[in-house]
């Protein structure tokens, strides 16, 4: 299945995101491609209320290791899954780089989450100077490393899609250089072997990082990618739609 993530950041008041869903409408609703909107906390509940009828599911853009408790500034995957929040991003590179998120405690997130009935898309990916010192592939294992406590029948690909890898490297993150096709081939063929290591299923494998609809047709073409994780393209009904397109 292929898989079209909107990751809206911190972007848009809720009249916005309605407009957003108004805008896009029912025409993609029943279409192979699976979509997704990762919205803040507050938009949740409405884009919740709408994004239904454009066949596209709601994930939060991160969530609690523990689902209750003393965790000021949290929102744990029970509460996400009481709004009928279908999933969550984890690690991205920003909780990652900004808000101090570790390895150790994106992998927590994202057991919790599984457990609790949510499906993840998990984010990893290197800086520039890690792939210009050849490191690529150890930090990307080093990000990866803990997912071998995953109880894989929670994420039985076979049965349903709950657990998808997006690789963003950090440099193509909102800079408007993204990785070349070579780079994101070779990259995503050393991810599918790093998860073989840590006996975890073969995964959906999404490109994230300057994603546009001027060359997302080449790099959905890519060995390995299922789709995108997109940010600031993702922002807009027109060319979300033409992201869309190019997946089908
Ligand atoms: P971008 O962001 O598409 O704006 O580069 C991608 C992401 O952060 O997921």
């Known amino acids: 299945m292929k898989v079209l993530a909107a990751n809206w950041k911190m972007h848009k ?3 916005e995101a309605w407009g957003f869903f108004e805008t896009v409408g029912s025409s993609i609703k029943d279409s192979a491609v699976r979509k997704i909107v990762a919205a803040s906390p507050t938009l949740l509940e409405t884009c919740q209320r709408i994004a239904p009828s454009c066949g596209i599911e709601v994930f939060s853009q991160n969530c609690a ?38 390895a150790e405690s994106a992998v927590r997130r994202s057991l919790c989450a599984l457990q609790s009935g949510l499906d993840v898309i998990f984010c990893c990916g290197e800086t520039l100077e890690e792939r210009k010192q050849g490191n690529t592939r150890t930090v990307l294992a080093s990000q990866l490393q803990g997912l071998k406590k995953v109880d894989a029948s929670l994420i039985d690909p076979t049965k349903a899609t709950r657990f998808i890898i997006a690789y963003e490297p950090v440099w193509a993150i909102g800079t408007g ?19 073989a290591e840590l006996s975890l299923p073969k995964l959906p494998m999404l490109y994230g990082g300057s994603v546009k609809p001027s060359n997302f047709n080449e790099i959905a073409a890519v060995a390995g990618v299922s789709g995108a994780l997109v940010g600031g393209a993702s922002l807009e009904p027109a060319s979300f739609g033409q992201l869309h397109s190019a997946l089908l």
């Open 65 to 102: 290791f523990e689902t209750s408790g003393a965790f000021t500034g949290e929102v744990s995957p029970s509460q996400l899954k009481e709004l009928g929040i279908k999933g969550t991003l984890i690690g991205h590179s920003e909780r990652r780089s900004l808000f101090g998120e570790t």
């Open 13 to 15: 008041t809720r009249a």
């Open 177 to 195: 250089v993204n990785a070349t096709n070579k780079e994101i081939e070779e990259t995503l063929k050393w991810i599918g072997e790093i998860l």
